[in-house]
């Protein structure tokens, strides 16, 4: 992968540069340990120098025309489908993941690029109703200016796009510090394919560090007014309480926590099906992806159980281009009844997404609307699914905010209150 040495780099201002710091990161292929690149870590003055590049470009960007952006947008994810098998291959290698996996990510970020383009034809102003005569209440929608993004170290891809291309249809500039283990993937990669796709200089920067060289500078830099963290609870917190001090937002996608509910009339091959797919989808890692608990009626649950390791246990494994067979079982978790079921599920400390199996449809749709701890549950279908066009994020302990959809608008906006007063008013002194 000769491209790799271009993208090991710090992007700032439209600029491929050499960190400041005195050590560097190495990025390595997690299967056998082979070192791909290494990049000289971005200090404190090159946060800010990132910030403030952002700053000084996203006036401009907020006022272009929509076709602008939506031009942008759609050129890369052009360049993405003819990058395809570069990127595969770096997505293999860097994140360790198989191929297959690989080219689902790469799917799945094309269609948020695509989402992120009819992001630009939204009207950004409604009109509301006044109390007094001859008065308009017009409330726009603009951009909140810097969007400070930590992405993540499974899906680094789409996870670094899923916040960015919707931050940039919306007239926002972006500085990207991606996970260390994939710097290339959910960083440079991603700012090299809109740099050819024609975004101007300073609106999407990217910086490969850690906090011991510049602490918590890129989350407490006065720039950002919005700070997006996919990741751990923990780090998810320290993100939170810094950003609430400084009075900032923040979008926060941390741990899954996902649970798959099988109920006693449910079709049990489509179950098991289902449950397979939630364990073994990108190896268990995404806790976006993996069904974290699956929770079968103790009626069926004798036969769910054989069904389900036996279809564990004939999965490839190993090495992502091997071919070895013979998954890990894992054993569900068994209740009496819907009720004990739901208290199971609403017990838990996180709440991302879900499922329910059930031969009676409104009797899963009945569940999934008693789920309270639950951004998304899905009836009759695996525990995530994706489709950019609806909003999906988690509570609790699983984050705060809403992504995708017409929620992307809530992150990266702001309402600004516009009244205009025709002809003459009296005034109540």
């Known amino acids: 992968m000769s491209f790799l040495s271009e993208l090991a780099h710090q992007y700032i201002d439209g600029e491929w540069l050499t960190g400041d710091g005195e050590w560097d990161i190495i990025d390595f292929d997690p299967r056998d340990g082979e ?38 947008l759609e050129k890369a994810a052009l360049l993405l489908d003819e990058r395809r098998d570069e990127t595969a291959e770096l997505l293999v290698a860097e994140a360790g993941v198989s191929r297959a996996a690989a080219e689902h990510e790469i799917r799945a970020t094309g269609r948020l690029l695509r989402a992120a383009v009819r992001l630009t034809d939204e009207a950004v102003a409604e009109l509301l109703p006044s109390l007094g005569d001859g008065r308009e209440n017009r409330v726009h929608r603009v951009p909140v200016g810097v969007v400070g993004v930590i992405g993540a170290c499974d899906l680094p891809l789409a996870v670094t796009v899923r916040t960015v291309a919707p931050a940039l249809a919306l007239g926002n500039a972006a500085v990207v510090k991606p996970h260390q283990s994939a710097p290339v993937a959910g960083g440079t990669l991603v700012a090299r394919i809109l740099e050819d796709a024609g975004l ?57 926590g996902s649970a798959l509910v099988v109920l006693d009339d449910a079709d049990l091959d489509q179950a098991v099906r289902a449950a397979v797919h939630g364990r073994s989808r990108f190896r268990g890692r995404s806790g976006e992806a993996a069904a974290g608990r699956v929770l079968v009626d103790r009626t069926v649950e004798a036969e769910f159980t054989r069904r389900f390791t036996a279809a564990l246990s004939a999965l490839p494994t190993g090495d992502a281009y091997g071919r070895e067979s013979g998954g890990e079982p894992s054993a569900p978790v068994s209740f009496d009844g819907e009720d004990e079921a739901l208290r199971v599920v609403n017990d838990g400390p996180r709440g991302l997404c879900g499922a329910v199996h059930t031969a009676d449809t409104e009797r899963g749709v009945r569940f999934a609307r008693r789920i309270s701890r ?25 984050g705060t905010v809403r992504l995708d959809g017409s929620a992307a608008r809530d992150a990266f906006t702001t309402r600004k209150w516009i009244s205009v007063q025709h002809g003459r008013t009296s005034f109540p002194f």
């Open 35 to 72: 070192k791909l690149c290494s990049i000289t870590v971005a200090t404190t003055a090159q946060v800010d120098s990132a910030y403030r590049a952002a700053e000084r470009a996203q006036s401009a960007w907020a006022g272009a025309g929509h076709s602008e952006r939506r031009a942008v």
């Open 200 to 256: 101007p200089a300073g609106l999407l920067n990217v910086l490969i560090t850690d906090s011991s060289e510049i602490g918590d500078s890129f989350i407490e830099h006065p720039v950002p007014k919005v700070l997006s963290f996919t990741g751990s609870e923990r780090v998810g917190r320290r993100v939170a309480a810094v950003a609430a001090g400084l009075f900032k937002r923040t979008v926060l996608d941390l741990a899954g």
């Open 374 to 398: 639950g951004g998304v549950f899905h009836v009759n279908g695996p525990v995530v699914h994706d489709d950019p066009a609806v909003a999906f994020g988690g509570e609790t302990g699983s």
